[in-house]
């Protein structure tokens, strides 16, 4: 890993320093919860364990699972490329994932945005126990 000339404490319970050029900024600084409705025209998603974000299509076609969401989709909320997607109930088994594709998910899972100009494919990749951290205490960050 690159070492910095200078560092500056850090006061975070995951690490001490960082590089004294870095921000150190609230989770809610990264991401805001997106909740647009009236996508029902956008192909459905899935929020995976294993795969992440995928369509429900492809759910469907490699698993014996059928389609159980409502017919009435104009209250699915909208998905875009690059946000955050999470099943609340199943959060703590890993269902979490960045979106590859633009799609609806069902009203009961949450949708984070970027709110600054990050790469949040990349923070789930490098740290999914930290992205989870990140995710669970977002909305209510004190």
């Known amino acids: 890993m690159e070492k910095y000339g200078r560092y500056k404490e850090a006061d975070l319970n995951w690490i001490n320093r960082v590089p004294e050029h870095w921000d150190v900024v609230p989770n809610v600084a990264l ?11 956008l192909p459905l998603l899935a929020v ?40 609340k109930m199943r959060m703590w088994q890993g269902a979490i994932g960045v979106s590859s594709y633009e799609g609806i998910v069902s009203p009961a899972y949450i949708i984070l945005k970027p709110k600054i100009n990050i790469h949040p494919k990349y923070l789930f990749i ?7 951290s990140i995710i669970s205490k977002l909305l209510w960050y004190p």
């Open 31 to 41: 991401f805001e919860e997106r909740s647009e409705k009236g996508f029902e025209y």
């Open 48 to 87: 995976t364990i294993k795969r992440g974000v995928i369509t429900q299509k492809e759910l469907l076609e490699e698993s014996v699972k059928r389609d159980s969401s409502n017919e009435d989709k104009t209250s699915y909320k909208h998905v875009c490329k690059g946000d955050l997607a999470y099943n």
């Open 126 to 132: 490098q740290n999914i126990s930290l992205c989870k």
